[in-house]
């Protein structure tokens, strides 16, 4: 068979490939009008927010459109040039505007990210603007001597261009230099890159903690007759008929040092009076209560999956010759692996980005990333909580190709 | 696409500590060697009803024993008992002469096939049939021969490296066979094994199975609803029904000489006809039938005369031609319903004794007489054909 097979066709001769695609054209039309509203939903619920998001963690006009004139001169001059007296009569001349439109907090607000306490510095400066005389580089550096220091210059050469790194170097706890480098901010002032890993651990232990809990209750659901399973499915699911709110609060009842755990515990004599234990308002109490409400995230997966697996393979186990400890080992927990990755990759990224419960019950140690973000966010910085939500979103994204790489996405089964 | 064995290696190895069974199939009489003991044993799942009833089997070490039964008869709890994964609420199951009770399944050395195979998904063809060997400490050397060994023994070797899930059923049939082999038990069970294979390639599985039995000498208890399969593989088949066994004989003796009712329906075709002993001599009955005809009966568990009995005659020892029949022999009337061509045979449907549901079936022959509906004739068979058992 060398010959190249000759192309076959319809009986009224048209190509039979064309002939396919346009048989198949009108039912793929079709299924398209079917999830058009849904594609729509997702595009102006999901993919514009999160795109608007991280547009926002690069862009930042607060100063770029304030200042155009020093703006253009940053632009004309490359990095380094020694600010000159057209610089500052830039300056002054944008300084004299910005009084004008009442924008000098904003340009002010831009630069503050980066270099702190300089607000007051373009408020007040801007004030006097109008009565600035030239040489202006003398009459600013009179009007406040900061003006003269490299690091601002830096900034505002930084924040000339609405598009920058600024907030990412700041989410990872770094900053310009006055040579324009970028290098580690004071020890005591490193926060961010702390708290991420702070936040990626505790997801971990709590991920850890369901999947110890979650195995046996998920096995046992997936082993017991109808009728009892049933009813445990509903003390598992339980949890997500009730308020959130009320969930957190019946804890801080549980657990705080007047709480029910403590006098328990004290009218048992196990701990005296002043020995309560503090088991809320901190990292115990973030990891408490988030390990409750994250577990039946768990549970339903590894449920799904365990439910697939057929007693007839343990039993096909044993009879070859295998302890039920092997059987467990090589032959069960194996096929649960895709519930294992489905249900820890949901509770991890779900406690990665956890805000309400460690607000309410962690107290000062018990904080994690979002705690942060929604702080920005109420100081109306959506900049740098847009970096340092995107750099969440890239944490998870990697978690995901991980996951992929290892398990195969294909693999994931969550109901 | 039949398959040859190529068993030369295996057979030896395992023929050393296993002997071969009889050439014609192990009768009720080869007791010597017991190999597989139900001793009293009953089973109760909920503490209210008994599933299985005071059974008690002895099979014999190479014998090919099927368990066939209506679907709740007790077939798969009585298997499982044996292979450990249920316990007997009463009575004893020994092993090669040992109580087994109180042994767990993995120290049972028991080969099992199940129904739905049961390859670990997760493994390939290879370390699923390495997988008894590594649990027993084998070094991988002797590891890697003997799977070759096994799946060679099955035509699969070229599918070593394939995860079941890429396999077609008889495929995935052939390696579960292979590895409840591989280890080399002398005792295999196996529950409805080629339930989900179609009509072919069930009869060719069942080929392969019954050779490898006979060439490995090793014990096989097979469980089956299909009756066909039950006779053409096994030396003896234990019928059961309410957890009891109805009767307990090699194939031939099983369809041509069922003990009671309830055999007699469940093992191939059957025509029933109720009557009343009418003449009981050594041997010999004869019935009368409800409207009054005498047909001659071989009496099976019938004792007395006077008593109800249930006349069963296959359908295809059912003649119509005098010529055929024995001298003396008591012919009835009968009207041709339908006939229906099946090919090899003609399926007549006659209305005899007032009931319409008898079925006489004719060889497709050349000179075979056609009867039409409608016409009346008169039938008969020899009296050892006819077995009058006591109504269930
Ligand atoms: N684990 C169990 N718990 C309770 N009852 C059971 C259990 N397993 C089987 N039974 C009951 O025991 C009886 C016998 O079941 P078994 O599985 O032995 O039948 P079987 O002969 O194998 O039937 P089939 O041909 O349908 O496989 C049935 O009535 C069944 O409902
Ligand atoms: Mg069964």
Redesign the pocket.
Known sequence: MTDVPPLLTTADGRPLKAALASAQGRARRKAFYLVAPLLLFVVFSFILPIGQMLHRSIYHDGFSSTAPNLSAWFAANPSGTEPDEAAFAALAADLAEMKKNKTAGEAATRINYTVSATRSLFTATARKADKLQPPFKEALLAEDAKWGEPVIWQAMRAASNPYTTDFYLIATDRARGADGGIEQVPENERIYLWLFGKTFILSGLITFICLILAFPIAHLLATLPMAKSNLLMILVLLPFWTSLLVRTTSWIVLLQGQGVVNNILVSLGMIGEDGRITMIYNQTGTIIVMTHILLPFMVLPLYSVMRTIKPSYARAARSLGATSWTTFRRIYLPQTLPGIGAGALLVFILAVGYYITPALVGGADGQLISNLIQFHMSKSNWSLAAALSGMLLVGVLLLYWLYDRLVGIDKLKLG | MRHGFRLSQFKENVQENLPLHGENGVATETRANDFVVFDHVQKS??GVSL?VKDLNLTIAKGEFLTML?P???????CLMMLAGFETATNGEIRLDGRNINLVPPHKRGIGMVFQNYALFPHMTVGENLSFPLEVRGMGKDEREAKVKRALDMVQMYSFINRRPAQLSGGQQQRIALARALVFDPSLVLMD?PLGALDKQLREHMQFEIKHLHESLGITVVY?T?DQGEALTMSDRVAV?NDGKIQQLAPPADLYERPENSFVAQFIGENNKLPGVIEELSEGKALVRLATGELIDATPVNVTAKGQKTLVSIRPERVEFKPEMMPPGAHMIGAEVIEVIYMGDILRARLKVAGSDDFVMKMRNTLGQTKLSPGETIRIGWHPQDARALEPM
């Open positions: 799942y909920d599933v039964g679907s709740g008869s007790g077939k798969t709890t409805e469980v609803h059961f």
